[in-house]
């Protein structure tokens, strides 16, 4: 199975900042990365896929990069709707797997 | 608009089979795979497995024994069974479209999940 590891596994953060979270793969993976977001309650919402690729509808705040093992997601000014847990996942092969996810929390 | 919806009990006996079913609208399920995914309360989410229309599936090693996915094309429906089931089992289970464009694939839209308790 393909090890997915994210950090940091939480992070605090204000509102209008940068931030950044990174995702490391056990081998490489080339660009068969996704990102979701997931909100207390709520199903895990799909915010880029293929690396770098914004779903349609998710704002332009968010972006993500990389290829090969290593991979990061971007919010470059956070909002109040952006506080939630963050999980990457990989769609290399099967088992699919998802990274522990990284809560961002209000400073 | 592509909604899912799980639907099956919210409480198992340790021992017996979990059952849900994800119902799709505004989709046809005969054009994707569709997968299942399950969360244990304040934990992160694995993969269960996968099926396409044509009955092909794949499931996580992990529980490859005990799960079993099936699809009914004339309800446009797929169900999950799990075997056997312990308190390591109870979680959210979601179903999702597993959606495979240009070589890569993601999982988008998912249903609202549903919690499965594993007590007696």
């Known amino acids: 199975d393909i090890q997915v590891t994210q950090s940091p596994s939480s992070l605090s953060a204000s509102v209008g900042d940068r931030v950044t979270i990174t995702c490391r793969a056990s081998?490489?993976?080339?660009?068969?990365l996704n990102w979701y977001q997931q909100k207390p309650g709520k199903a895990p919402k799909l915010l880029i896929y293929a690396a770098s690729i914004l779903q349609s509808g998710v704002p332009s705040r968010f972006s993500g990069s990389g290829s090969g093992t290593d991979f990061t997601l971007t919010i470059s000014s956070l909002q109040p709707e952006d506080f939630a847990t963050y999980y990457c996942q990989q769609s290399y092969s099967t088992p699919r797997t998802f990274g522990g996810g990284t809560k961002v929390e209000i400073k | 608009q592509v909604q899912l919806q799980e639907s099956g009990p919210g409480l198992v006996k340790p021992s017996e089979t979990l059952s849900l079913t994800c119902t799709v609208s505004?989709?046809?399920?005969?054009?994707?795979?569709w997968s299942w995914i399950r969360q244990p309360p304040g934990k992160g989410l694995e993969w269960i497995g996968y099926i396409y229309y044509s009955g092909s599936t794949n499931y996580n090693p992990s529980l490859k024994s005990r799960v079993t996915i099936s699809v009914d094309t004339s309800k446009n429906q797929f169900s999950l069974k799990l075997s056997s089931v312990t308190a390591a089992d109870t979680a959210v289970y979601y179903c999702?479209?597993?959606?495979?464009?240009?070589?890569?694939?993601?999982?988008?839209?998912w249903g609202q999940g549903t919690l499965v308790t594993v007590s007696s």
């Open positions: 505004g989709d046809s399920i005969s054009s994707h795979y």
């Open positions: 081998q490489s993976i080339t660009n068969y």
């Open positions: 999702a479209r597993d959606t495979y464009t240009y070589g890569q694939n993601w999982f988008d839209p």
